[in-house]
């Protein structure tokens, strides 16, 4: 399967999901399960959620991972402070790169908003150097874009439930 199919069944995947899901806790869980399944060469992908100035571990798929971050610290901070996606080809050349997995050499993080505020990130790390592409970062901002309006949705359902 090439990657514009993958994307393209990862996106079928997010949307089927999000028509029978309405809880913000379980979206977001098993959209990082269904991006670390389709979208390959990566060791992990997940979301931090912002709270304050604080971006707070969200559901995640691979390692153990950094808690607490920043807004302006390491990659997903920057990603917040700058309201743009940032693509790291290399992530020790990075100033100020938070080393969660010492394997990970290449890093995506694309912010994703709700009502334009920033809701939280979505990061996928990579063990390859420049692992993420144009074509990654075209089709992950639309998923981010997806995922916004299901967790948008699930707070307007259940708005005692929600996580930040």
Not at 39 to 66: H, M, R, T
Not at 99 to 121: H, K, L, M, Q, R
Not at 122 to 130: C, G, P, T, Y
Not at 139 to 158: P, S, W, Y
């Amino acid at each position: 399967m090439n990657k514009k199919t993958s994307y393209l069944s990862l996106i079928n995947a997010i949307e089927n999901l999000l028509e029978t899901e309405h809880n913000e806790l379980s979206i977001l869980a098993n959209c990082a399960a269904l991006i670390k399944t389709f979208v390959k060469n990566i060791n992990w992908a997940g979301f931090y959620l912002l709270k304050n100035e604080l971006l707070i571990l969200g559901p995640f798929q691979g390692k153990l991972a950094c808690n607490p971050i920043r807004v302006g610290s390491g990659v997903c901070g920057k990603c917040v402070e700058a309201r743009a996606t940032i693509v790291v080809g290399n992530v020790h050349e990075f100033e100020g790169h938070i080393p969660c997995d010492e394997a990970t050499n290449s890093e995506i993080v694309i912010p994703i908003f709700i009502d334009d505020e920033i809701y939280g990130v979505l990061d996928l790390d990579s063990k390859m150097f420049n692992r993420f592409s144009t074509v990654d970062r075209r089709f992950l901002e639309q998923i981010t874009v997806i995922i916004a309006r299901g967790v948008k949705m699930a707070k307007e359902k259940n708005p005692d439930v929600c996580l930040v």
